[in-house]
């Protein structure tokens, strides 16, 4: 029985952690600007926002975590082991990390431009 306990709060932890990565809020806001000085939304808000409304409800927030729960259950039994969160992590790990990546590549390749831009003139 404890083993179980033990399953459903750290499923119930997980589920929270992912809640606050997908809250409405971090999507609410607008961040950056075009060079016209247009608000740009983020994508993954977008994605949240199935129906486009610029807002996102508290239905469209749940299917969302339930996708995610899906994802980590990599068996479909409708249950996420301790492994299969590990692996889920780890993923989401991977996958942060490689955006993080090409974020930097990106920077450095603006950064490029824009010297290349300054040593032309």
């Not at 952690?17 to 997908?22: D, K």
């Not at 790990?93 to 831009?117: A, C, I």
Request: proline share 1%; glycine share 8%.
């Amino acid at each position: 029985m404890r083993k179980l306990t033990k399953l459903i709060l750290m499923s119930t932890v997980i589920v929270g952690l992912g809640a606050l990565a997908y809250s409405p809020a971090a999507y609410a806001d607008d961040y950056g600007a075009s060079e016209k000085g247009e608000k740009k939304k983020h994508k993954r808000g977008h994605a949240i926002d199935t129906n486009g409304d610029g807002t996102v409800s508290k239905a469209e927030f749940l299917d969302a975590q339930e996708k995610r729960f899906d994802k980590m259950d990599a068996d479909g039994n409708g249950n996420v082991t301790k492994e299969e969160m590990k692996a889920a992590h780890k993923a989401f790990k991977s996958k942060r990390e490689n955006m993080r990546e090409k974020r930097e590549e990106m920077k450095d390749k603006r950064q490029e431009r824009k010297n290349y831009n300054s040593d032309s003139e």
